[in-house]
C-alpha cells in the first residue's frame, strides 16, 4: 500500500480484519509499531488511544498477489522456488550460490533488493528447510548457519522455532523449556513420552536427522499483455487495432522464447464494469499476428462495445514450441497443402466450435460402424493412412440404419422391393451377399440377431444403397446403412 500511496511511509496506519463481532489489526506500519501498538489489538482500543490512526481492511488476495510477484521475483536467483502459508518463500540455493559469490553475498543481495522495493524481510540460509524457517522467524538479522555450526547456533532460538504442535509448545513453557538448547539436554525417551513423537519428529526435521522434502517447481513466465485506454474504444474497429498491438507485442516475447500460440484468451472490460471474453485455439502453434488477428475477429462480428471498452487484456492460455524445418524441392507443394489445411481448420473450428469440425481416421475392425473413430480436427495428432478394403464400402454410413421391410423367413435372396420414406422402391441387385459375423466377445444391442448379409442395389430411381438383412427364425428384416456411386 505505501508503494502505491507514498506519502502513508510519513503515517502510522494499520490493516484490519472484521471477524464476527471483532475488528482487530491484522498488520501495522513501521510507524504504527513504533507507538506500541501490536497485531490483534482491537481497533476501538487502537483509535482509543489514537483518534486519527488511519486504517485499511486487509485484502488476503492483493497478499498473495504480491508474494507470487516477489515469486517470479526470486527466480532470477534459483529455478526452485516456492511459496507457503503465510509470509514464507523458499529458494534451493544448492549449485547457485556460487553464481552470486557464495552464500553471503547471495544473502546481501537478496536483502538489498528487497530493501529497495520497500519490503522488511528476514533472512535465513540453513541446510533445511526447517532450520531455516525458524532462524528467518526468530534469529537476529541474517542468518548464515549450515553444517555443523547449527546446533550451538539454535540454543538460544525459542523452542515456537520448532514449529511444534500448540499443546506441546504451552507444555515446553511451563516446563520451563522456552530455548531450544533446553530440550538438547533432555534424554530423547523422556521428551518422546512429553511432547508425543509427532512433535519429536518436528525437532529431528530442524536438526536434518528427518526427511523434510519441499516440492519446488520452476517458474512459468506470465504471458500476458494488457492495455488501459484513457478514452474508451467505441468501435470494433477501434478494439482489432488494439488487439493488433497487443499481438505485436506478445508473439515478440514468444519468439525469444521460441514458442507458439496454441490457445490464447482476449478479456474486454467495458466501461460499465462488464466483461467480455474471447478464446481462440489453433491446430499448430503459431506467432503470426494477421492468423491470430483473424481469428479473433470471427467474434467481432457481433461485439458490444456499451458505452466504450478501457481496458483489454491478451493472455496465452497455451503455447508450443515453434517447429522450424528446411524445405526441399519436393517438399514445398505439400507443406504448402498442409498449410492450407490448417488455416482451413483453425478458422472453421474457431468460427463453430471444435466439436462441429472432426476428423475421421481408420480404426481396426471389420465391423462397418467401427472402421473409423473420429475427434476434434483441432486436436487431431498426424495423418494417418487408410488402407483399401478388398470389399466394396459406402461412400455415407448412416448413424442408425433404417428399417425398410420386414417378411416371412423364406428366402435369403434380396428382396424386390423395399419401403422407403413411405414409397416403394423396386430394388435391382448389382452385387451379394457378403457375410459379416459380430464380434463375439462384445455384447452389441444392434448384432443381437447375429451375421448379416450384406447386398449392394440400385432402386429405379438410380440410387445405389448398401443394405442388409438378419433373421430371427420366424422373419427377415432389411435394412439400408449407407449409400454409394
Not at 491478451?314 to 503455447?319: C, G, N, S, Y
Not at 507443394?333 to 476428423?359: D, P, W
Not at 470389399?391 to 419401403?419: C, G, Q, T, Y
Request: hydrophobic content about 40%.
Amino acid at each position: 500500500m505505501i508503494r502505491q500511496n507514498p506519502d502513508l511511509s510519513q503515517k502510522p496506519f494499520v490493516l484490519i480484519t472484521r471477524e464476527a463481532n471483532r475488528v482487530f489489526a491484522s498488520a501495522l506500519s513501521k510507524k504504527a509499531v513504533n507507538m506500541g501498538f501490536t497485531q490483534e489489538m482491537s481497533l476501538a482500543d487502537i483509535r482509543a488511544a489514537v483518534p486519527d490512526m488511519l486504517y485499511y481492511d486487509l485484502n488476503p488476495e492483493q497478499d498473495i498477489r504480491c508474494l507470487r510477484g516477489l515469486l517470479r521475483w526470486a527466480s532470477r536467483f534459483t529455478p526452485r522456488v516456492a511459496r507457503e502459508d503465510g509470509n514464507n518463500l523458499y529458494l534451493d540455493i544448492a549449485g547457485a550460490s556460487h553464481l552470486f559469490g557464495g552464500e553471503a553475498h547471495l544473502l546481501n543481495k537478496i536483502h538489498s533488493q528487497l530493501k529497495s522495493f520497500g519490503f522488511t524481510a528476514r533472512l535465513a540460509i540453513a541446510d533445511n528447510r526447517s532450520s531455516a524457517w525458524g532462524f528467518a522467524h526468530y534469529g537476529k538479522g541474517k542468518n548464515n548457519i549450515t553444517g555443523e555450526a547449527l546446533r550451538d547456533a539454535s540454543k538460544d532460538l525459542p523452542v515456537e522455532a520448532l514449529r511444534m504442535s500448540y499443546a506441546s509448545t504451552m507444555l515446553c513453557q511451563r516446563l520451563g523449556l522456552k530455548k531450544i538448547g533446553n530440550l538438547l539436554d533432555l534424554p530423547r525417551a523422556s521428551l518422546t513420552s512429553r511432547i508425543g513423537a509427532q512433535d519429536l519428529n518436528r525437532i529431528d526435521q530442524f536438526f536434518g536427522r528427518a526427511a523434510d522434502a519441499k516440492p519446488f517447481s520452476r517458474h512459468r513466465e506470465r504471458l500476458i499483455e494488457e492495455m488501459q485506454f484513457f478514452d474508451p474504444l467505441a468501435t470494433s474497429a477501434g478494439v482489432e487495432a488494439a488487439l493488433g498491438k497487443l499481438l505485436e507485442k506478445l508473439c515478440q516475447r514468444l519468439m525469444s522464447l521460441q514458442q507458439g500460440i496454441r490457445k490464447a484468451s482476449l478479456r474486454l472490460e467495458r466501461v460499465d464494469h462488464k466483461m467480455l471474453s474471447f478464446s481462440i485455439e489453433l491446430m499448430q502453434p503459431s506467432v503470426s499476428i494477421n492468423t491470430l488477428k483473424q481469428l479473433f475477429s470471427y467474434h467481432f462480428e457481433q461485439l458490444d462495445v456499451g458505452f466504450g471498452i478501457d481496458r483489454m487484456i491478451l493472455t496465452a492460455d497455451q503455447i508450443a514450441p515453434l517447429s522450424f524445418h528446411q524445405l526441399g524441392l519436393k517438399d514445398s507443394k505439400r507443406q504448402t497443402h498442409a498449410e492450407a489445411l490448417n488455416r482451413l481448420i483453425n478458422e472453421l473450428s474457431n468460427m463453430f466450435g471444435n466439436r462441429h469440425v472432426q476428423h475421421f481416421f481408420p480404426a481396426d475392425s471389420h465391423i462397418p460402424e467401427r472402421t473409423f473413430n473420429r475427434r476434434a480436427a483441432l486436436y487431431s495428432t498426424g495423418s494417418q493412412n487408410w488402407t483399401g478394403s478388398l470389399a466394396k464400402r459406402p461412400l455415407r454410413l448412416l448413424k442408425k440404419p433404417v428399417s425398410v421391410l420386414i417378411r416371412d423367413n423364406k428366402s435369403k435372396k434380396l428382396p424386390e422391393a423395399v419401403r422407403w420414406n413411405g414409397k416403394e422402391c423396386h430394388l435391382t441387385a448389382l452385387s451379394g451377399p457378403e457375410r459379416i459375423a459380430p464380434d463375439w466377445w462384445r455384447e452389441d444391442p444392434g448384432w443381437q440377431n447375429g451375421a448379416r448379409d450384406y447386398w449392394w442395389a440400385k432402386t429405379q430411381s438410380g440410387a445405389i444403397v448398401w443394405l442388409y438383412g438378419v433373421s430371427n427364425g420366424q422373419t427377415d428384416q432389411w435394412f439400408v446403412h449407407g449409400f454409394g456411386s
